[in-house]
């Protein structure tokens, strides 16, 4: 079977566009994949975290999980730090990484911006510890936004280096699967920016705890222009605030942005924003209210993580022996 591998890092206030760019996907790509999803908080600690906030955040990310309906029997979910065998791949692998593969990544570029002198190794090497992540399982596929897509092409060059340095066709180039309608959800208030946790406006997204009267208000006051709704995609052209309440309405009706510009041909904000906000309200609303009641279980909650984790753990040992003997190394 085919087997998917993705993860989303625990940095609290996860919102629509996590919703609508990766963890409804991951639901329905279930029916057909072996799925196994990370919540990867060796990743986070690549930029400082609070200890009692990222332990928190790690808890309701996974509760997250499985109130959008990924099934912790049929999927491996786990925190990335309990499978030692992601930190030891990403050192093999790190020892054959030319450091121009690196130097051309650009979210450390994007990220440490003018303090490249003083930010961390490890938001660096991201892409190494990414592509150990993915190729510890042998993943087949890996869901991915238009902005991870240099990061996949960085692993498919890692496994490719490895299978010809050593002669062998041990790990296979991961395929990138990109969802379409809203898989790059932008705010609520600026639609050039990605909708981000990081906002300091609580007012720029949906988060996914959000109840029906929050959703409703940040809806009504999403940002918009004073022109009808167009019938056709080339009406949205610098329309960049239209466009994007389209995309979200599409992707949560399950339809594409063009069908629902039909439906809207004409109308004025005020009607479509109602009709948006009924609409979310319908999806998100018992999504967070099953957060709220698997959070207000922690142990449950950790429990999840200890299967999923003695799960991944086995399947990563495994490997992990195998690239030992490729490589030439001793187990005990």
């Given at each position: 079977m085919k087997r998917i591998f993705s993860g989303v890092q625990p940095t609290g206030n996860l919102h629509l566009g996590n919703y609508l760019g990766a963890i409804r996907n991951w639901v329905t790509l279930q029916e057909s994949f072996e799925c196994i999803f990370c919540i990867v908080d060796l990743h986070a600690i690549t930029l400082p975290q609070d200890p009692e906030e990222l332990r928190a955040n790690t808890r309701e990310v996974t509760a997250a999980y499985l109130a959008a309906g990924i099934d912790a029997e049929r999927c491996v979910i786990f925190n990335q730090s309990a499978v030692p065998g992601h930190s030891e791949l990403a050192w093999l692998f790190a020892c054959l990484t030319p450091l121009g593969w690196l130097n051309r990544m650009t979210q450390f570029k994007e990220k440490a911006g003018k303090k490249r002198d003083i930010a961390g190794l490890g938001l660096y090497a991201y892409p190494v510890l990414m592509a150990s992540d993915i190729l510890l399982y042998k993943a087949s596929h890996v869901p991915v936004g238009e902005d991870q897509k240099q990061h996949l092409e960085f692993c498919r060059d890692i496994a490719g280096a490895f299978n010809r340095q050593f002669g062998v066709d041990y790990f296979p180039l991961p395929e990138p699967q990109i969802?379409?309608?809203?898989?790059?959800?932008?705010?609520?208030?600026?639609?050039?920016?990605?909708?981000?946790?990081?906002?300091?406006?609580?007012?720029?997204?949906?988060?996914?705890?959000?109840?029906?009267?929050?959703?409703?208000?940040?809806?009504?006051?999403?940002?918009?222009?004073?022109?009808?709704?167009?019938?056709?995609?080339?009406?949205?052209?610098?329309?960049?605030?239209?466009?994007?309440?389209?995309?979200?309405?599409?992707?949560?009706?399950?339809i594409s942005a063009e069908d629902a510009l039909v439906k809207f041909e004409g109308a004025m904000f005020s009607a479509f924003k109602d009709e948006l906000a009924d609409l979310a309200v319908s999806v998100l609303g018992p999504i967070g209210e099953n957060m709220k009641r698997i959070a207000k279980d922690p142990g449950y909650v950790e429990g999840v993580l200890h299967r999923g984790a003695e799960r991944a753990n086995e399947i990563a040992q495994r490997h992990l022996a195998e690239i030992h003997d490729i490589i030439g190394l001793l187990d005990a």
């Amino acid at each position: 079977m085919k087997r998917i591998f993705s993860g989303v890092q625990p940095t609290g206030n996860l919102h629509l566009g996590n919703y609508l760019g990766a963890i409804r996907n991951w639901v329905t790509l279930q029916e057909s994949f072996e799925c196994i999803f990370c919540i990867v908080d060796l990743h986070a600690i690549t930029l400082p975290q609070d200890p009692e906030e990222l332990r928190a955040n790690t808890r309701e990310v996974t509760a997250a999980y499985l109130a959008a309906g990924i099934d912790a029997e049929r999927c491996v979910i786990f925190n990335q730090s309990a499978v030692p065998g992601h930190s030891e791949l990403a050192w093999l692998f790190a020892c054959l990484t030319p450091l121009g593969w690196l130097n051309r990544m650009t979210q450390f570029k994007e990220k440490a911006g003018k303090k490249r002198d003083i930010a961390g190794l490890g938001l660096y090497a991201y892409p190494v510890l990414m592509a150990s992540d993915i190729l510890l399982y042998k993943a087949s596929h890996v869901p991915v936004g238009e902005d991870q897509k240099q990061h996949l092409e960085f692993c498919r060059d890692i496994a490719g280096a490895f299978n010809r340095q050593f002669g062998v066709d041990y790990f296979p180039l991961p395929e990138p699967q990109i969802f379409g309608e809203a898989a790059r959800v932008m705010s609520l208030r600026d639609g050039t920016a990605k909708m981000s946790k990081s906002d300091p406006s609580d007012y720029s997204r949906i988060n996914m705890t959000d109840d029906a009267a929050t959703i409703r208000t940040k809806i009504r006051k999403a940002r918009t222009d004073p022109d009808p709704l167009p019938g056709t995609a080339e009406g949205l052209e610098g329309r960049p605030e239209a466009a994007n309440l389209i995309g979200i309405y599409g992707a949560l009706a399950g339809i594409s942005a063009e069908d629902a510009l039909v439906k809207f041909e004409g109308a004025m904000f005020s009607a479509f924003k109602d009709e948006l906000a009924d609409l979310a309200v319908s999806v998100l609303g018992p999504i967070g209210e099953n957060m709220k009641r698997i959070a207000k279980d922690p142990g449950y909650v950790e429990g999840v993580l200890h299967r999923g984790a003695e799960r991944a753990n086995e399947i990563a040992q495994r490997h992990l022996a195998e690239i030992h003997d490729i490589i030439g190394l001793l187990d005990a």
